[in-house]
């Protein structure tokens, strides 16, 4: 079982839909990381949080350190969402989960 | 702020030669960075750990002799990929770190094909 498991896998949603990517981990972390890939293969960071919730534009991200789990929502979906979103735990170094490929249909 | 550059963004090599990568961290000192490489449709794996004049820490599994990491400044490291064979063509993505909590910031990756 891998240390960072995300959910779904793959996602198809049409323009203007509520999306939500969840991420379990199994080991004890310091920060937990949204990052997005492009199909061009770079990241950006979207989110590095340790509790609570944060938001930035149609983002939201949370997580519940007792229940190892976070989650990555995006509101009023847009086409140009299509990505792979990845999860990343900090423990001794940067652990991350599988992706989720988003594919946003207008 | 917090750009991190690579270079070259492609690489097409012949096999059995040796390919140099860039990262750099265009305006902040870099106290660590991070290598990684990843194959299609798969995850980042973390390949070595490089703080500036010392040497990398490598990850188990992944080869020192061949995959050398210089990170002689506070801008820039290394990744030079020896004897490259076509089982080395992966994605390699560098990340630095600013010595001040866990972000990261990703450079724009470098493919590199081995034929």
């Known amino acids: 079982k891998n240390e960072v498991e995300q959910s779904p896998q793959n996602l198809t949603a049409q323009e203007g839909e509520f999306i939500t990517i969840n991420c379990s981990y199994s080991v004890g972390i310091s920060a937990l990381h949204w990052l997005q890939q492009h199909p061009g293969g770079g990241i950006v960071s979207l989110f590095m949080l340790s509790s609570g919730k944060k938001k930035h534009g149609r983002l939201i991200a949370t997580i519940n350190i007792q229940e190892k789990h976070s989650s990555l929502h995006i509101t009023a979906s847009h086409p140009r969402d299509s990505a792979v979103y990845i999860c990343a735990v900090h423990s001794s170094k940067l652990i991350f989960g599988q992706g989720t490929t988003l594919q946003v249909k207008p | 702020g917090a750009v991190v550059s690579q270079h070259p963004s492609r690489v097409i090599c012949k096999s059995g030669t040796s390919v140099k990568i860039e990262c750099r961290s265009l305006?902040?000192?870099?106290?660590?960075m991070f290598w990684y490489r990843q194959f299609p449709k798969q995850s980042l794996m973390l390949m070595a750990t490089?703080?500036?004049?010392?040497?990398?820490?490598?990850e188990q599994g992944v080869e020192k002799d061949k995959f050398l990491i210089n990170h002689a400044s506070l801008t820039l490291s290394t990744l030079t990929v020896t004897s490259a064979h076509p089982e080395d063509s992966s994605f390699y993505i560098c990340?630095?770190?600013?010595?001040?909590?866990?972000?990261?910031?990703f450079g724009p990756g470098t493919r590199l094909t081995v034929t």
């Open positions: 305006d902040f000192q870099a106290t660590t």
């Open positions: 490089s703080n500036e004049g010392s040497k990398a820490t490598y």
């Open positions: 990340s630095a770190n600013q010595g001040l909590g866990y972000e990261q910031y």
